[in-house]
């Protein structure tokens, strides 16, 4: 029986290493969203300054992970410090309240100012856009917490097959889309 112990560890040497790897989506899986969604939202709000809009959606809708450590967006000394401030992933960043207080400067800025109003939308939708793909997650996320632990979950096991057939769809939709509005140009 020992030797059979023995046999089943030497045949799957990695198996500990994934079960306590952390889940998280992908940066690209976001990526895509983000701006499938930016270039919908430029067309519906008329935005006239699209590149930099575009640019402050797709930045903004990778915030959220800035308290995990292994993110994109993590890596300097500013997010550190705020990683020890929420040391929790999907914790106080993967709320609304950030999205709130957004929305109130804008409405404190009488929604004046076109520069700060342009950067102010595209922020919310870009962190909008993470929120929402993560509550697509088995995972999920607790939108109100600490008020509530509540999580709103989907069934995308992520870093799965089922996110990489969205990021593939996303990616075949942006290319219809990017082609389609040029060809109409």
């Known amino acids: 029986m020992l030797n059979q112990k023995k046999k089943k560890a030497y045949q799957r040497p990695f198996q500990p290493l994934r079960k306590y790897k952390k889940q998280k989506m992908l940066f690209w899986?976001?990526?895509a969203f983000s701006f499938l969604i930016a270039q919908y939202s430029i067309e519906l709000l008329k935005i006239k300054n699209q590149i930099a809009f575009t640019i402050i959606v797709l930045l903004s809708s990778i915030v959220p992970d800035i308290d995990e450590s292994s993110?994109?967006?993590?890596?300097?000394?500013l997010t550190r410090l705020i990683r020890i401030l929420s040391p929790k992933h999907r914790?106080?960043?993967?709320?609304?309240?950030?999205?709130i207080a957004i929305t109130i400067l804008l409405f404190?800025?009488?929604?004046?100012?076109?520069?700060?109003?342009l950067i102010t939308i595209a922020?919310?939708?870009?962190y909008s856009?993470?929120?929402?793909?993560?509550?697509?997650?088995?995972?999920?996320?607790?939108?109100?917490?600490?008020?509530?632990?509540?999580?709103?979950?989907?069934?995308?096991?992520?870093?799965?097959?089922?996110?990489?057939?969205l990021l593939a769809v996303l990616?075949?939709?942006?290319?219809?889309?990017?082609f389609h509005t040029t060809a109409l140009n």
Request: net charge positive; no cysteine.
């Open 91 to 99: 914790g106080i960043w993967h709320t609304v309240y950030p999205i």
């Open 129 to 165: 856009s993470h929120l929402i793909l993560d509550a697509t997650t088995k995972k999920g996320v607790a939108l109100l917490y600490p008020l509530s632990k509540k999580r709103v979950k989907g069934f995308i096991k992520v870093g799965g097959v089922t996110e990489k057939m």
């Open 71 to 77: 993110s994109k967006i993590s890596k300097n000394t």
């Open 123 to 126: 922020f919310i939708i870009g």
């Open 108 to 117: 404190i800025t009488k929604q004046g100012l076109g520069l700060l109003k």
């Open 171 to 178: 990616i075949i939709i942006i290319i219809y889309k990017l």
């Open 29 to 31: 899986t976001h990526i």
